[in-house]
């Protein structure tokens, strides 16, 4: 039998549901045509799982590419996340019907609290209103209309909050993860608490690509800089969400086939720093 494509397996979460590897991430794809253009080629080319979010505003778009596939929907595996702002039990549960609504949906794979404070407010203590939503969620859950739960952007401690005053450990802890950007007390915490860790900006939103590092090892491997970066991520065990609006790189980002050296691995851990540009 062949054996399957690494980017056609599956991690399993704490709880037995599977998650791809490598799911489709969204942030900064534009609602309308960009957005379901992009995740009708992804579902085209077998990414199996898109992660969206309320405040990208493109889950209608999403949705209607979902639909418009003709994939089983047991067959996909979709995230989306209550907003950063929301930390209120009552405005949590409409802001979930609404993200059903907008992707047309009766049910959601993973739901994440998408920040422990609002974007405007980073580090702001919300511990009860993180509670509060989380709550929120374990219901949703317990009803069946998600399949698992988890948070975004949480550090450790604002994941042993919820540990302290909920009942189900998050399945899930999405946090920005890519080559030089050291994560690794949220990674071993997570890991002692089966919580599993989902990488988005996998390229560094792109910046990574021109590092000569990542540059002089794709070419060791015959392959792309986004593809080591990749590939790298799956060799440290998580999964990851590489966005494109670009088919070429919307098919390169799923060849993933290959297998970095631990010399190369140990290269590549020597880049450190976040080439993030927030401005
Ligand atoms: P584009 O969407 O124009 O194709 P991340 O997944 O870390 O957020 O990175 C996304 C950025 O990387 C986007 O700017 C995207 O551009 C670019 N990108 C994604 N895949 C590739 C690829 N295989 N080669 C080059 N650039 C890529």
């Known amino acids: 039998m062949k054996q399957m494509k690494e980017f056609q397996q599956n991690y399993v979460l704490s709880n037995g549901v599977k998650l791809?590897?490598?799911g489709f991430g969204t942030w900064q794809i534009k609602p309308g045509e960009e957005a379901y253009e992009s995740v009708t080629l992804a579902l085209k080319h077998g990414y199996k799982h898109i992660d969206t979010a309320a405040a990208?505003?493109?889950?209608?778009?999403?949705?209607?590419a979902i639909r418009d596939s003709g994939i089983k929907r047991e067959d996909i595996f979709i995230t989306t996340k209550l907003?950063?702002?929301?930390?209120?039990?009552?405005?949590?549960?409409?802001?979930?019907l609404q993200s059903l609504e907008n992707l047309g949906l009766d049910y959601i794979d993973l739901y994440l609290i998408h920040a422990p404070w609002p974007w405007s407010e980073m580090g702001k203590d919300c511990r009860e209103g993180?509670?509060?939503?989380?709550?929120?969620?374990?219901?949703?859950y317990r009803e069946g209309k998600v399949r698992a739960i988890g948070v975004s952007n949480f550090s450790p401690e604002d994941i042993d909050n919820i540990l302290e005053h909920c009942e189900i450990t998050p399945h899930a802890n999405q946090i920005g993860y890519f080559i030089g950007l050291d994560q690794s007390k949220t990674i071993d915490y997570c890991d002692e608490k089966e919580i599993f860790v989902i990488a988005y900006s996998p390229l560094g939103i792109g910046y990574l690509l021109s590092n000569e590092k990542i540059i002089k090892v794709a070419k060791t491997y015959e392959v792309s800089p986004a593809q080591i970066c990749l590939r790298y991520l799956l060799q440290k065990g998580v999964a990851a969400l590489p966005?494109?609006?670009?088919?070429k790189r919307i098919v390169?980002?799923?060849?993933?086939?290959f297998v970095i050296k631990p010399e190369d691995m140990a290269f590549l851990d020597t880049i450190k720093g976040d080439p993030r540009r927030w401005s």
Not at 83 to 96: L, M, V
Not at 252 to 257: C, G, I, Q, V
């Open 56 to 64: 990208y505003q493109n889950e209608k778009s999403v949705g209607e």
């Open 243 to 247: 966005k494109s609006v670009h088919e």
């Open 130 to 140: 993180n509670v509060a939503v989380y709550k929120a969620m374990e219901e949703f």
């Open 252 to 257: 390169e980002n799923t060849r993933l086939d």
């Open 20 to 22: 791809p590897k490598i």
């Open 83 to 96: 907003p950063a702002e929301i930390k209120d039990y009552d405005t949590a549960k409409k802001t979930f």
